[in-house]
């Protein structure tokens, strides 16, 4: 079983900057992939970015392209959003995921951290 720990998330203001973390415990021998999805209110939860453990990445998301970058230390298991030129529509509450592959990313299959809150002031 793997648990995931999110942290980093906060207020800011507009043009801002945050970086999320998300750390793995547990059985992390079987995470080969990582992502971050958020989820705004009233809204249906969207895949931000994900990352292999090979280095591949998926995404980012078009609303968030050149803006956000994801990244990870496959050996702590650790993954990383930076976020810059936030922008108000980029509240949501931001969640961690870890699967063995990537079909099972985000899916039933996978693991989910509990969210960490990123709210941006315009």
């Known amino acids: 079983q793997v648990q995931l720990v999110e942290s980093g998330g906060g207020l800011v203001q507009a043009g801002g900057s945050l970086k999320l973390s998300c750390a793995a415990s547990g059985s992390i021998f079987s995470i080969n992939v990582m992502g971050w999805y958020r989820q705004a209110p009233g809204k249906q939860r969207e895949l931000v970015a994900a990352i292999t453990s090979g280095g591949s990445t998926s995404g980012p998301a078009d609303s968030v392209k050149g803006r956000f970058t994801i990244s990870m230390d496959n050996a702590k298991k650790t993954v990383y959003l930076q976020m810059n030129s936030l922008k108000p529509e980029d509240t949501a509450v931001y969640y961690c995921?870890?699967?063995?592959?990537?079909?099972?990313?985000?899916?039933?299959?996978?693991?989910w951290g509990q969210g960490t809150q990123v709210t941006v002031s315009s």
């Open positions: 995921a870890a699967a063995t592959t990537p079909a099972g990313l985000g899916s039933g299959f996978g693991s």
